[in-house]
């Protein structure tokens, strides 16, 4: 298990400093039965890291040894010299001592960070000056690992997992910003998980605000190069390769990336070379979550939110880690599954198989259907319930046996097979509900279906033929009496999308990936216009959103007496 900036005995500590520490074979450069030789000299040339060991910094905190360096600075481990409690201490470099800009920024932040009271970032102590000037600031020392590490024995976690610590992620980064602190590096190597006895993957995020105070004028930019080559390019937002003014957003962006790696094990965006890269970010498409997934169980539900998170243009991207994390919480770790099925059902070659009648086929078909569309009921949100329309008129001549059946209500499957359309291939198919509904009326239409299958088709009919006559005219009647449908029938809902069809294709353009899914709810008025369509999800408020919007509203359905609301789901 490592320690917070170092590790156990024969483990490799983790890379953790916002400017990227490499850390050393301390037995290589360092005979530990020496360390008090020192005495807390700084000796001309000799680096740091091994001078300060065995000094007492301002009086309070021992150095016990060296456990990270990088090019700003060293960091060790310490002992508080009042009470014995061990920390971990950030030492700037001694070859900025003369840089009283430097210094005292350094100790701003350090100051700045200390404000941040949240149980997901790495809390410091104290902050002072060592006998020959330079800054030092102590922190707490913690056990566990780095995400950069962790995935590097791992692999991509389980989707639940990354979830969880996504969300402890956005957490700390919240509290930062309510601080008004921007942390501007943000990536693995900065994400500590720690099991703190009481539940284990606790993320601590670590090194606030370093980036920025070392970064604000000309002459800090080496400072600042230095931690962007050790591989920040890869988590950095566009506006901050523009070297724009940064804001929280550009915190948010980097966690999408963190998102995004932790679930397919991959960087959305890697180039030759530092400017490769940023270059990427600035010009490239973002790369669809699911197929870089390569078949691993991802919710569909998180295409969407990269989308959104990963947005070039900060205005589209969610507003705040907060906001970022409600997307989070809206999946959950146990989504409703997106059902995606094919419903290709060939009845003949089915009979000739396996040698049964044509209608226990037939029957057997709309059962499945019936199921599938069941499923997609309780998974998705559809259509909205409306009222059931009158029972459609019977065409087939049937025996009706005494007394006479009354007329039944319709079957609701009939009418909502349309809620099904996004996901229920029925390209091809011998059993379609919509079909079904009026080519199996015996069935369908709830009539005596026991009559026709009990009574010999060679048997005289039980009724008369004028009672016969009879039931047929009151069949018929509502036929000549028709008016205006309560609701668009769900043959012409199919119809009226069918007229926006290449609209809605043509919003691929903003970067609608394959096997992405939107969801539009919209109003139908009485007279067949589009009232209203919004993008539900994650998804919403995008150029993509917008733009399939504007398609839906564009389409035209027949008339009704009272119109009705749809929900619509697109499938790229």
């Known amino acids: 298990m490592s320690d917070l900036h170092g590790t156990s005995e024969g483990d490799a500590p983790p890379e953790l400093a916002t400017e990227g520490h490499e850390f ?39 150095i016990i040894r060296p456990i990270g360096k990088g090019g700003m600075g060293t960091i060790f481990l310490g002992e508080h010299t009042g009470i014995g409690k061990r920390v971990a201490i950030k030492l700037l470099s001694s070859k900025y001592s003369g840089n009283e800009q430097v210094i005292q920024r350094f100790l701003q932040e350090a100051r700045s ?63 930062a910003h309510q601080a008004g602190i921007v942390h ?19 993320v601590k995020v670590l090194d606030f605000g370093i980036a920025k105070v070392l970064s604000d004028d000309d002459s800090e930019q080496e400072l600042t190069h230095t931690g962007m080559v050790m591989g920040t390019a890869h988590y950095m937002s566009p506006e901050q390769a523009r070297s724009e003014a940064l804001d929280k957003r550009a915190d948010v962006y980097s966690a999408g990336v963190i998102l ?13 070379g530092f400017m490769g890269t940023l270059s990427k970010h600035l010009t490239e498409p973002i790369p669809s ?30 507003q705040s880690a907060a906001e970022f994390a409600a997307a989070l919480d809206e999946i959950g770790e146990h989504p409703r599954t997106s059902l995606t099925m094919s419903m290709t059902v060939r009845a003949e070659s089915l009979r000739e198989r396996i040698g049964l009648p044509w209608l226990p086929i037939a029957a057997i078909g709309a059962g499945v259907v019936a199921l599938a569309v069941g499923l997609v009921m309780y998974l998705g949100d559809e ?8 029972a459609p008129p019977v065409v087939a001549e049937v025996a009706v046996p005494e007394p006479p059946t009354p007329d039944a209500p319709p079957v609701a499957a009939a009418e909502e097979t349309t809620a099904a359309d996004a996901v229920v291939d029925d390209t091809d198919a011998v059993v379609d509900a919509t079909e079904e509904s009026a080519a199996e009326t015996d069935v369908a239409a709830g009539e005596t279906d026991a009559g026709a299958e009990s009574e010999p088709e060679d048997e005289p009919p039980t009724k008369t033929p004028e009672r016969k006559t009879k039931k047929r005219e009151k069949v018929h009647k509502p036929r000549e009496a028709a008016s205006l449908p309560e609701r668009p029938s769900s043959a012409a809902i199919a119809e009226g999308f069918a007229g926006v069809s290449g609209d809605v294709s043509a919003c691929k353009a903003k970067g609608w990936f394959p096997g992405q899914s939107i969801k539009v709810k919209l109003s139908i008025s009485p007279d067949g216009a589009v009232t209203k369509a919004t993008a539900l999800g994650a998804i919403a408020g995008t150029a993509l959103a917008r733009c399939v919007e504007k398609a839906v509203k564009g389409a035209r359905f027949a008339k009704s007496e009272k119109g009705t609301s749809y929900t619509k789901t697109f499938t790229n």
């Open 24 to 62: 050393m074979d301390v037995k290589a450069e360092l005979d530990p039965t020496r360390a008090d030789a020192h005495h807390g000299v700084l000796a001309e040339k000799t680096p740091d890291h091994i001078t300060f060991v065995g000094v007492d910094l301002d009086d309070k905190y021992k």
């Open 113 to 175: 960070a200390a404000r941040i009271r949240h149980k997901n970032v790495v809390e410091i102590y104290d902050c002072g000056r060592t006998s020959e000037g330079l800054p030092f600031f102590a922190m707490e020392l913690l056990h566990g690992i780095d995400i950069r590490r962790m995935m590097k024995q791992t692999g991509p976690l389980p989707w639940p997992r990354a979830l969880r610590l996504m969300r402890q992620i956005c957490a700390a980064l919240e509290a």
């Open 184 to 202: 501007r590096d943000m990536k693995p190597g900065n994400c500590f998980v720690v099991d703190d006895g009481e539940e284990p993957d606790v």
């Open 260 to 272: 995004y790696q932790l679930l397919t094990g991959k960087l959305p965006y890697e180039g030759k």
């Open 289 to 318: 979550l699911i197929a870089a997934a390569e078949g691993r169980a991802v919710p569909r539900a998180l295409e969407a939110v990269i989308q959104k998170v990963l947005a070039k243009d900060r205005d589209e991207r969610y």
């Open 383 to 390: 259509p909205e319930p409306v009222a059931p329309p009158a």
